[in-house]
Nanobody
Framework: QVQLVESGGGLVQTGGSLRLSCAAS????????MGWFRQATGKEREFVAG????????YYADSVKGRFTISRDNAKNTVYLQMNSLKPEDTAVYYC??????????????WGQGTQVTVSS
């Protein structure tokens, strides 16, 4: 089992930045791949970014490439999502997720409760 708790969401203006954090517990953190997803009101949940167990491999949705950066600190059992140049269309609930295999990061086994990010125009 993996427990995930997100933090760092909030209200920001267009062009601003936020950093989301996700603290993990319950399983050795370095044995799971991590990802971020988001769900806007009335839309399906979508993949945002993923990172391998060691942090050496990252992958991004086209919509955030070049603006968002995923990283992890295995010593702190935490994964981060640095979001820059935010747009109103980035407004969503952001979820942290964990997968036993990086290859299946789009279909994670574990989810956090989500944190709201609102970008005002």
């Amino acid at each position: 089992q993996v427990q995930l708790v997100e933090s760092g969401g909030g209200l920001v203006q267009t062009g601003g930045s936020l950093r989301l954090s996700c603290a993990a517990s319950g399983r050795t953190f370095s044995t799971v791949a991590m990802g971020w997803f988001r769900q806007a009101t009335g839309k399906e949940r979508e993949f945002v970014a993923g990172i391998s167990r060691s942090g050496s491999i990252t992958y991004y949705a086209d919509s955030v490439k070049g603006r968002f950066t995923i990283s992890r600190d295995n010593a702190k059992n935490t994964v981060y999502l640095q979001m820059n140049s935010l747009k109103p269309e980035d407004t969503a609930v952001y979820y942290c997720a964990a997968a036993l295999l990086y290859a299946s990061i789009r279909y994670p086994e574990y989810w956090g409760q989500g944190t709201q990010v609102t970008v005002s125009s």
